[in-house]
């Protein structure tokens, strides 16, 4: 009896707990659902991360490219520029040493010269007695109706072609544009067909331009392209022109003479220095 009760119980309690675990079931069941839905859903928003930062690195990329190109082309320009700077260097350092071998060859020269002179007896002239005075000077003429300058037509007629032109230069370079001007046009006329005949008109045409006169360093610088065409100075003469134009408030000749150097002389020096040249009137008149 006691065991039939007891097996009763026992009946009993297991028929009153099956709704209670299958209740206890369902809600772990649902709440176990409700983890994944949140994870599902946590998933979704890493998703959305991982696909902002996989734009936001797209767009870092290209920027870093367009800087990469942007600091290359820099690059690229100050190397130009560095280029240029050298080979402007490297030109005035040619002028420099070809200005020092003149000089030193000047100095040489005019050395030589002046022991040639003081070793020279004086000399006296008789006047002839009716002698005729010099329409220029009212000085009396030599006898025998030698001219004046006999001695100096001499000395230039018995010089070389590098002293004379060296001293003309020597005087241009001290800064004596009058007397340089002078030398030049003597050694053009002693040596009409000298290879630097046109730099000789070249430099009258400069040492007008520095002494101020500008209506005639124009005439002067002219004649080295009418004279001259087929000579390397000719570049120079029209970038020189330019400048002496802008002098006389002539902007418009000013211009043509610089794109005429750029144009036909591109691969010059010159024609750098024109181009600066027309950037700056450029500017000037955007001033204006």
């Not at 309690?13 to 099956?18: F, H, K, P």
């Not at 946590?42 to 797209?58: P, S």
């Amino acid at each position: 009896m006691r065991s039939t009760g007891r097996f009763v119980t026992v009946a009993l309690a297991l028929t009153l707990g099956v709704p209670t675990l299958a209740s206890a079931a369902n809600k772990e069941h649902a709440q176990l659902l409700a983890e994944i839905r949140i994870i599902q859903e946590q998933q979704a928003q890493l998703q959305q991360l991982i696909g902002g930062l996989t734009d936001t690195l797209k767009a870092m990329n290209t920027r870093l490219d367009t800087d990469a190109d942007v600091e290359r082309k820099a690059f690229a320009d100050e190397k130009l520029m560095v280029s240029g700077v050298a080979d402007t260097v490297r030109v005035l350092r040619e002028k420099a040493d070809d200005t020092n071998v003149r000089l030193s060859t000047m100095t040489q020269e005019m050395q030589a010269l002046r022991q040639s002179v003081s070793s020279m007896p004086p000399s006296s002239a008789a006047l002839a007695p009716n002698a005729s005075p010099d329409p220029l000077t009212g000085d009396p003429a030599p006898a025998g109706g030698a001219p004046a300058n006999a001695g100096a037509a001499g000395a230039a007629a018995n010089i070389s072609p590098t002293r004379m032109y060296d001293q003309s230069y020597a005087d241009y370079s001290a800064g004596q544009y009058d007397l340089a001007v002078d030398g030049f046009q003597a050694f053009i006329r002693t040596f009409p067909t000298s290879p630097r005949a046109a730099e000789a008109q070249l430099y009258t045409g400069y040492s007008l331009y520095n002494a101020g006169k500008n209506t005639e360093a124009v005439a002067a610088l002219n004649k080295v392209i009418s004279d001259y065409p087929q000579s390397s100075s000719v570049s120079s003469a029209y970038y020189k022109l330019g400048l002496t134009y802008e002098a006389l408030k002539q902007p418009d000749n000013a211009r043509k003479a610089f794109e005429t150097v750029v144009q036909k002389y591109a691969s010059s020096y010159d024609a750098v220095l024109a181009q600066q040249a027309l950037e700056r009137l450029k500017r000037r008149e955007h001033e204006e």
